[in-house]
């Protein structure tokens, strides 16, 4: 069942039930007042009768005959003198026989005989389709018990209490119509945000990742479509980050298989080449030394490959590295490749503190050097920088090399990706220095930009902690 409905017929049922019995008390409260006030009216008229009888048997002559046959007499002559039609009554002697009664139909003697105990009481009686109240009293007269009871027709009074269900049925009716346009405007009214968010829901659910919901409240539900616009989005995001990364497996996996395929081809070919044909001494060693320099390619491309897997699961334990040293072994390590390539290499270090794992800085330094390297032909110049400024230990290498398109700046440290694909192979490269570069400044807590132009050089600006934190 639908929420909407579930709200007509919730609050319908709860004001009807709500209606049905304040009316029904009510109208049984009017109708007990009513009876209450007949038979104090009665219990008043039933004393009128007794008194009179009392006064009438103290003023008549004195009888000689029982007390009996005295009110027997009497009671004739007061139901003469009454008036006024509903005013009925009879009289019964202590064994219930009936003395006197101007009523047109037989009573029972039902509250006669209650009396014992109370000298008044009453009864409804239904006659003929009629109703009448039946109040009694007990007397004596010279100590002999006598019984008066008098009838008063109180069809009125069940006349009214009907008329008034009958008004009340039909006032339900009305009501139930004009309430039932009404809550169901109202149940649509309320539930129309949720209509409108199940429909976003769906449609998310269904592929639609940048339906949202319409906002139409500032009650409970406006604040649960909001909600659902924030875990929307959120999944939109994760969901686009988790195709992105398959992506990029996809891709790396590509590159990875091209990649070992090459240099694979070739040591391949050239030794099939060795093992089937003779070969002059020269052309062997260039068999030889092309199987070389494709193995070391192999080589170079699995130790990448393991430093980006052990980054990724190793825990890295940091401390203060001092940027001199750091400068130092970095161009023991890079000066005599440069030198033989006929690189100029130009330093300028400030005296500094990094925090962070030495081998890691290092090798971060070695890679983005090499990768000046391969871009600046001979008589190029590189220039290595350190400085420290209030936020940490800024390292710099620029290069007067051919620069890269702004498209490659922004892919340059993926995977496998390499600007100038013929030069990067040909200088033993794989395209995953500049990955390996990128993870090991994140697990620093830093930040890596390259700013570069066409033919006018690259520059690299990696941005170090020299304060400690959390360690990965």
């Avoid at 044909?277 to 990448?304: H, M, P």
Wanted: proline share 2%; glycine share 6%; net charge neutral.
């Amino acid at each position: 069942m639908k929420f909407s409905w579930k709200v007509f017929l919730s609050i319908i049922s709860l004001t009807m039930l709500t209606f049905s019995v304040g009316g029904y008390f009510l109208i049984q409260s009017s109708f007990q007042s009513s009876l209450r006030q007949t038979v104090e009216m009665s219990y008043q008229e039933n004393n009128i009768f007794r008194a009179t009888l009392g006064a009438s048997i103290a003023v008549s002559p004195p009888d000689s005959g029982s007390p009996r046959n005295t009110v027997k007499k009497l009671a004739g002559s007061i139901s003469l003198s009454s008036p006024g039609k509903e005013r009925k009554f009879r009289i019964c002697d202590s064994s219930f026989r009936e003395l006197f009664s101007d009523l047109s139909f037989r009573v029972p003697d039902q509250v006669m005989k209650a009396l014992d105990e109370k000298h008044t009481g009453y009864s409804i009686l239904k006659q003929d389709g009629r109703y009448y109240l039946q109040s009694a009293c007990r007397f004596t007269v010279d100590e002999e018990v006598f019984y008066l009871e008098n009838v008063r027709d109180i069809t009125s009074i069940y006349e009214l209490k009907e008329n008034q269900m009958k008004l009340y049925q039909k006032i339900s009716i009305i009501l139930v119509v004009t309430l039932g346009i009404a809550v169901f405007c109202l149940s649509r009214w309320l539930t129309r945000p949720l209509r409108i968010l199940s429909r976003a829901v769906r449609n998310f659910a269904a592929g639609d990742l940048k339906i949202r919901s319409e906002v139409v409240s500032e009650d409970e539900i406006g604040f649960l479509a909001g909600d659902f616009n924030t875990m929307a989005e959120q999944l939109e995001q994760k969901i686009y980050e988790l195709e992105d990364s398959a992506l990029r497996q996809e891709m790396f996996m590509g590159s990875f298989a091209h990649e070992l395929k090459t240099p694979m081809t070739s040591i391949i070919g050239y030794a099939d080449t060795l093992r089937s044909r003779g070969l002059s001494e020269e052309q062997r060693f260039q068999a030889a030394n092309y199987i070389f320099e494709e193995g070391k390619r192999l080589e170079a491309l699995s130790l990448k490959l393991m430093d980006l897997i052990v980054l990724d699961k190793q825990k890295i334990s940091m401390r203060p590295v001092s940027a001199a040293e750091l400068s130092e072994k970095v161009i023991h390590l890079t000066g005599p490749l440069l030198e033989t390539s006929g690189i100029q290499l130009e330093t300028s270090f400030e005296e500094g503190i990094i925090w962070g794992e030495p081998d890691l800085l290092q090798s971060l330094c070695v890679n983005l050097m090499d990768n000046a390297r391969k871009a600046v032909d001979a008589d190029g110049l590189i220039r290595f920088e350190g400085r420290s400024d209030e936020n940490g230990y800024i390292l710099a290498i620029k290069d007067n090399g051919r620069g890269m398109a702004k498209e490659d700046v922004n892919r340059i440290t993926e995977a496998f990706y390499m600007a100038d694909k013929s030069r990067a192979r040909k200088e033993g490269g794989a395209g995953l220095g500049l990955s390996l570069c990128r993870r090991i400044v994140e697990l620093h807590g830093g930040t890596m930009k390259f700013e570069s132009r066409l033919e006018r050089g690259t520059a690299v600006t990696v941005r170090l902690r020299k304060e400690r934190f959390d360690e990965i």
